[in-house]
C-alpha cells in the first residue's frame, strides 16, 4: 500500500517538475505573481521533489534495527513531559484510562475512534529497538502494540492525505498567551511502515504515565522527538500549515528537522 502511494505520488511530482523545467527555458517569469498558475505550483513541487528523492534513496520498508532481550540495559528513561497535567489527562489518568479514545480523522473516508482495550485486542506486534534522542542519549527498548496501518486503513486515508498529525494531551511549553501542546508529524511511508506501532507497552510492562501512557506512537527510524506520547487524535491532512507554527511539530517549530530520520 504504502509503495503504491509513494510511486504514484513520486511520478507525478517528477512529472510537474519536469514540465516546469521546460517552460522556465522558455524566459517567461511573469508567472511569479500569480499563485495559482500551474508553472508557479510545478516549482513549488520542488522541494517535495527533494524530499521524494531522499525517500527513494532510502527505500519505504528498510526496517529498523531490532535486538536480543540481553541488549535491553537499563529502563527507558523518561524524557521531556513525564507528567502531564492538563485536566483531560488527569481525568483520564484518574480512571484508569478506561474513558481513553484514539480518534482517527481528517481526510479519511469515515472517522473512526478506538478505546484502549480495542486497541490491545487488535494483532500486537513486539520489537526492541534504540531510541536516539538529540540530546545525546539512547536507550534500547521493547515496544508492545500495534501497528497504525492496519488503522488508518479502517478510517480509509483519502488519496489527497499525505501526512498524518499525531495530537498529544502534555503541555510541553506555558506561555502567557496559553499553553502550548506537544505534537508531531510523518508523511504515510513512516505512518504505514511495518514497525510503526501504537504502543501500549515498555519491557513488558503497561506503558507508564512517565513514557507516555496510555498510548505513544513509535516510528522506529526516526529520532527521539519523532515519538510522541500520550496521544490522542491522528489527524489526516494535505498540508501541515496549519498546525503549531507550520513546521510538523513541537521541536520542528522550534528548529529541529522535520524528517528527522536515523
Ligand atoms: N507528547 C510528548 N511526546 C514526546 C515528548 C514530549 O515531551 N511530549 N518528548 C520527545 C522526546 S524529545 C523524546 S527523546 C522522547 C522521550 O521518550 P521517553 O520519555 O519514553 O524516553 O519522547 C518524545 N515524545
Ligand atoms: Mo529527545
Redesign the pocket.
Known sequence: MSRLITRRNFLSASVAAGSGLVLAGCDQFDFLGQRGHPLRQAMEQANVLTYRAQRALIGDAVLAREYAASEIRQG???????E?STPEYLFLRMQDFAGYRLSVKGLVEREVSFSLDELRNMPAQSQITR?D???GWS?IAKWTGTRLGPLLDLAGAKPQARFCVYQ???N?QRTPMGDIL?Y?SSDLIDAYHPQTILAYG?NDQMLPV???API?LRIERA?????????HTIELVDDLSGFGQGKGG??EDNGYDWYGGI
Open positions: 527507558m528513561k523518561p524524557n521531556g513531559s513525564v502531564p531510541h534522542c538529540v540530546e536507550a498529544c494531551f502534555d510541553i506537544y508531531e515498555l512517565a513514557n507516555g505513544r529520532l527521539g522527538y519523532k515519538q510522541p506520547k500520550y496521544l513541537y521541536w
